[in-house]
């Protein structure tokens, strides 16, 4: 069967669940080689045996955290001559697909962004894509080289596929480009013990119905009931309410999760571009006219104020 | 010596239009209204700035499109940009990423440059790879995602927020940079700036221009193949609740249906 390489999105050796739901796609057109980069790259080995990679091709070297994304292609096309794969699958978040883009240029081949399924096709793997606000579904090939595709969390479920996972050494060099941008210095971004927006199942947002950053305790503390990552409209980032980081929406981060919970959200097209591939929506809003309804499968017109703490007491009695 | 910018924009349709699918499956521009794509007037607005700090800079806006994304360059060169340039070219119809970031990549090689600006991503395609594209194509440092950015002198230094961590960047000139809706709210063209846009110089570009072959461009020249579009069918109509006291023991009730309590 034909292999496919696929690149390891992994914090000190823990992957991260996207990379483990490329492994499920991955396994539908052929056999997984994983490809796990920088400190701690060998111990991502083990959870990617246990999900399906045949082989699992590691490097670490100071460059990979020095500068900005080219050293990284450089491995990666490493691995991809040393394979010679059938396709290249790259979990889709910023850098992944700046990684991807630049692979494709160097080895002459189309690229796809953000696929929300995958499949074998008679002509090689048929991405599915969601365009124009999730207002239409497209179903894409690579039609030049070898495909390499970036894919949306919450796209596949994770799936264990015990494998060999047989740990290679990948020989990188780099290349004189790869010293270009310097990464000066790094802040590690907060935790607030919450999942990763793009990659939770549940999503809890907050807009400008939130009136204030006093109120967003509101919004988290229903997220924190259901164990969800917390969300925010523009207007919510606008007014210095809550962070860009957890902005929802075309300028901002696009969100798929099985739940998304939208207070205070009038639902207007840039938010809708970013969350309307949600698989169950439900919304609170005073305004019964608010587009956001037009998209729900339950909504509650309210106060926000006075449902979304009666739901969380809800929701906390009822798991207690 | 002067700083030479090229800003890269695009026209795209207006996300609150009606946008859809034309017969040969590439965007349809005849039912919906186009402008500058709003990631890209941030782009714009980080050059004004940029060069404003310069002794000397020059800003050519640059766009690879058909006659009406003509708007787009006049938009930008509204809000102070210098000249622009328009690659216009009937084998153009539908490029893809790939093909798009080859034109660029030769228009802003003819034109001269030291620093590229992009906006993060187009508001169409969403793609975000574009500038990494154009650093790779063009053989310079990608400075990218920035929601803070500055030139001194030959080196560019910038803040990229990432999903784990905030890094501060820095590469030599002549690089590719590409801003976010975070760096800073972009300026209104004054009446004046419209007015003096008028007679600011566009030039026109096509393949030959370029030395670009036809194949590698176009609708059978792209690298990918959309097969189908299809509508989403509409949602079916949800159940909405006016909330009388027990609108969030009801919205729990329905979670619990659907098994996410």
Redesign the interface.
């Known amino acids: 069967m034909a292999e496919v390489l696929v690149y390891v999105d992994h914090v000190d050796g823990a992957v991260r669940k996207p990379t483990l739901e490329l492994l499920t796609l991955a396994r539908r057109i052929g056999d997984p080689v994983a490809v796990a980069l920088g400190s701690g790259a060998e111990a991502t080995a083990a959870a990617l045996a246990e999900h399906g990679a045949v082989k699992v091709l590691t490097a670490d070297a100071p460059e990979f955290g020095d500068y900005l994304v080219v050293p990284k292609v450089d491995a990666l096309q490493a691995a991809y001559d040393a394979v010679s794969p059938a396709a290249v699958l790259v979990p889709s978040s910023a850098e992944g697909k700046e990684i991807a883009a630049r692979l494709a240029v160097r080895i002459g081949s189309g690229i796809i962004t953000d696929a929300t399924d995958l499949e074998a096709g008679d002509e090689g793997p048929v991405a599915t894509q969601a365009a124009f606000a999730a207002s239409f579904t497209t179903k894409s090939r690579v039609s030049k080289g070898v495909p390499v595709i970036t894919v949306k969390p919450n796209s596949a479920p994770v799936e264990a596929a015990p494998a060999a996972g047989t740990v290679e050494a990948l020989t990188v060099s780099f290349g004189e480009k790869s010293t270009g941008t310097k990464i000066v210095s790094r802040t590690p971004r907060e935790s607030t013990g919450r999942p990763e927006l793009t990659e939770a199942a549940i999503v809890v947002s907050g807009g400008r119905g939130v009136n204030g950053a006093e109120n967003f305790h509101i919004i988290e503390a229903l997220a924190d009931s259901l164990g969800a990552a917390v969300g925010a409209s523009r207007a919510a980032v606008d007014a210095g309410w809550y962070p860009h980081s957890n902005q929802v929406g075309q300028t901002g981060k696009s969100v798929s999760p099985q739940l998304y919970i939208a207070n205070g959200i009038s639902g207007a097209i840039q938010h809708r571009a970013g969350m309307q591939t949600s698989k169950t929506i439900v919304a609170v809003n005073k305004d019964a006219e608010a587009p956001i309804f037009d998209l729900v499968d339950y909504g509650v017109v309210g106060d926000l104020f006075q449902v979304v703490p009666q739901l969380t007491e809800e929701v906390t009695s009822r798991k207690g | 010596m002067s700083l030479r910018i090229v800003v890269c924009v695009k026209y795209v349709p207006d996300?609150?239009g009606d946008?859809?699918?034309a017969d040969d499956?590439t965007l349809d521009r005849d039912d919906v209204d186009g402008l500058l794509s709003?990631?890209d007037e941030y782009a714009v607005e980080q050059a004004l700035q940029i060069a404003g700090e310069a002794d000397d800079a020059e800003i050519t806006v640059l766009t690879v499109g058909p006659e009406d994304a003509k708007d787009a360059l006049r938009k930008a060169l509204s809000m102070g940009a210098d000249k622009a340039v328009h690659v216009e070219d009937d084998d153009l119809h539908g490029t893809?990423?790939?093909g798009t970031?080859l034109v660029l990549a030769k228009a802003i090689e003819k034109t001269g440059y030291d620093l590229v600006v992009c906006g993060?991503a187009s508001?169409?395609g969403?793609?975000?790879?574009l500038?990494?594209?154009l650093?790779?194509?063009l053989?310079?440092?990608?400075?990218?995602?920035l929601?803070e950015v500055s030139v001194d002198g030959t080196t560019v230094?910038g803040r990229?927020?990432?999903?784990?961590?905030?890094?501060?960047?820095?590469?030599?000139l002549p690089?590719v940079v590409s801003v976010?809706?975070?760096s800073g709210e972009a300026r209104y063209p004054s009446f004046k700036g419209i007015m003096a846009a008028k007679k600011k110089p566009v030039e026109a570009l096509d393949l030959g221009d370029l030395d670009l072959d036809a194949d590698l461009v176009g609708l059978e020249g792209?690298?990918?193949?959309?097969?189908?579009?299809?509508?989403?069918p509409a949602?079916t109509a949800?159940?909405?609740?006016?909330?009388e006291?027990?609108?969030?023991?009801?919205?729990?009730e329905?979670?619990?249906s659907?098994k996410?309590?």
């Open positions: 996300a609150t946008r859809h699918f499956l709003e990631l893809d990423v790939m970031s993060m508001t169409d969403t793609m975000g790879v500038p990494a594209l650093a790779e194509r053989g310079v440092p990608q400075v990218t995602l929601s230094k990229r927020d990432g999903d784990t961590a905030s890094e501060q960047l820095e590469a030599s690089a976010t809706d975070q792209a690298w990918t193949k959309v097969e189908s579009a299809t509508e989403r949602r949800g159940t909405i609740v006016k909330d006291g027990e609108g969030g023991k009801q919205l729990a329905f979670l619990v659907q996410f309590i």
